[in-house]
């Protein structure tokens, strides 16, 4: 069973950044597309950017330009680098292998509080 760690939320003023990480304890990291998801309170998990195992990377309009993923398959970790902080970007941040579709492979970790505010 794979374990997952995120780490890097916070608390953060509007048009701040954070660096979020995800640690996995396995080595099939490398071999599998990544993504990195959040749940609003009272909504559901969405995805917001994935990565593949080929470094190709998608994310949704919401986080265009604003967010960047990347991964070192060295060290079994995702990142997920966000700047421009919004309010509506506060959320608690999860990360999961994901298959073409998006939908998570592994079980849930903990997530990483993120929050926006003034």
């Known amino acids: 069973q794979v374990q997952l760690v995120e780490s890097g939320g916070g608390l953060e003023q509007p048009g701040g950044s954070l660096r979020l990480s995800c640690a996995a304890s396995?080595?099939?990291?490398?071999?599998?597309?990544m993504g990195w998801f959040r749940q609003a309170p009272g909504k559901e998990r969405d995805l917001v950017e994935r990565?593949?195992?080929?470094?190709?990377?998608v994310y949704v309009d919401s986080v265009k330009g604003r967010f960047t993923i990347s991964r070192d398959n060295a060290k079994n970790t995702v990142y997920l680098q966000m700047n421009s902080l919004r309010p509506e970007d506060t959320a608690v941040y999860y990360c999961?292998?994901?298959?073409?579709?998006?939908?998570?492979?592994?079980?849930w970790g903990q997530g990483t509080q993120v929050t926006v505010s003034s």
């Open positions: 999961n292998a994901v298959n073409s579709g998006s939908s998570a492979l592994w079980s």
């Open positions: 396995a080595n099939i990291f490398r071999l599998n597309a």
């Open positions: 990565i593949g195992s080929g470094f190709d990377t």
